[in-house]
DNA sequence: GCGTTAATTAAGCGCATGATTAATTTTTTC
DNA sequence: GAAAAAATTAATCATGCGCTTAATTAACGC
């Protein structure tokens, strides 16, 4: 039985079918809470599949966390080259958008994929352990620099570690969006809800820009 | 079977020492990286002692974040009343301190191993799998609720489902600052740091104050 | 076709896990 | 001070863990 139900066209092979089992095992239980049997299961895989293409679980789920991370960081660079070739000074709702939008509206994807990724990212970005640390400083310090470098050039008075402040808090609401737990509709009875993704990155957005035009223009003088 | 009896009025050493032990464990390593016989160890006391006290891991971390959670909240809510004593309008401010100080503070005292709260936190309010929305819509829910009214009641035009909105956001900074991961530092070659607490809480306060503000006076014909 | 390599498999190794048991010590109670 | 209750112990259970191995099958260059 070389494919059961693995359609030829498509290039899932095993490798990849592994990538997506993780993807899903990994955002729904933590590193730890996943197994590699249920990781193979998912993919419909023999187990000792997932040490021979990625050595071992721990590199698996650097793995699964680089490719996603490439992905959304991409389209990122993507709207903010567009966005600088029509203008060269954005305003800072502007580049909130172009860096917002891609993991938000990605983690709003109606298709489950996006779900995962959105609580994998959570996992990772949220965690304080040691592995969450290592990767969120390999997969998105790079991004973090440029996107921080954009918002002392679009806000005056800005400094370097406020522009720092408001780009970690500014990521953390977006987590707070992207795992969709519920809680917003548990606290309002259904009036505040996560389902409508522009008004999330709306809301996240006049949120960040008024939090950091704020950290600019607070005195400085204590 | 479970210790019905054993009140814990009573100087039960092994149990204390066993929240605490689990407590460490559990914020450095989450639920399913955290062993009971790294806890036994970690409390110096017999393996068995963890379920004949606790019943089993699961309810013993109940039991570690409750512990902590009434803490804060009753710091809170003494905050608040004080507040609320001395006029019967706070500024939102004034409510942000009495909500953020508590939490932020508590996780920077190093004395208390307050950093362990402070992660354990972290692990379980941005949690997105079953067990933490669990823990965290039965230890938070009601504070949550006291908040958001008062913010209702501080900010001209907010309305109910922003004022939500404004919570979750103010709780996942709170959050990003008491992770204290040193990503600050990282991204600002030391100039951005989560040492000094009051600086801290002061710019979750600004940023907070301006997100949910400008929330409330967004346009709403859109 | 053959030889080589890559891909896949079933089986299982060594060990750690959460939990339980039954016996023993300590504390409480009267 | 003995009986009862609570606390503590060592030993162990059944299971699942990440990972490895050795053998088998599929794919590919020539």
Redesign the interface.
């Known amino acids: 039985m070389a494919s059961t139900l693995t359609n030829i066209d498509s290039p899932h092979d095993a490798a990849e079918s592994l990538l997506d089992a993780a993807e899903a095992e990994f955002?729904?239980?933590?590193?730890?809470?996943t197994t590699t049997r249920a990781i193979a299961a998912g993919a419909g895989v023999n187990a000792a599949l997932l040490h021979y293409y990625f050595g071992s679980k721990e590199q698996l789920f650097a793995r699964v966390v680089e490719r996603r991370a490439a992905e959304i960081n991409g389209r990122r660079r993507a709207l903010l080259s567009e966005l600088l070739a029509q203008t060269a000074a954005p305003t800072l709702e502007a580049l909130l958008e172009a860096f917002l939008r891609p993991t938000i509206e990605f983690g709003h994807d109606a298709t489950r994929d996006g779900q995962r990724y959105a609580?994998l990212l959570?996992?990772v970005a949220?965690?304080?352990?040691e592995r969450?640390?290592r990767l969120?400083?390999q997969n998105y310090?790079d991004i973090?620099?440029e996107f921080?470098a954009r918002f002392v050039d679009a806000v005056p008075k800005l400094e370097?570690?406020?522009a720092?402040?408001?780009?970690?808090?500014t990521?953390?609401?977006a987590?707070?969006l992207m795992?969709?737990?519920?809680?917003?509709g548990?606290?309002?009875d259904g009036?505040?809800h996560d389902d409508d993704v522009n008004q999330a990155i709306e809301?996240?957005k006049?949120?960040?820009?008024?939090?950091?035009?704020?950290?600019a223009t607070?005195r400085k003088d204590?």
Chains 1, 2 share one sequence.
């Open positions: 955002s729904e239980n933590g590193f730890h809470g609580r959570v996992h949220a965690g304080t352990d969450s640390r969120t400083a310090n973090a620099q921080i370097q570690k406020d720092v402040r408001g780009y970690l808090f990521v953390s609401i987590l707070s795992g969709r737990t519920g809680r917003a548990d606290l309002s009036a505040c809301e996240a006049i949120f960040a820009a008024a939090g950091i035009r704020a950290l607070r204590d």
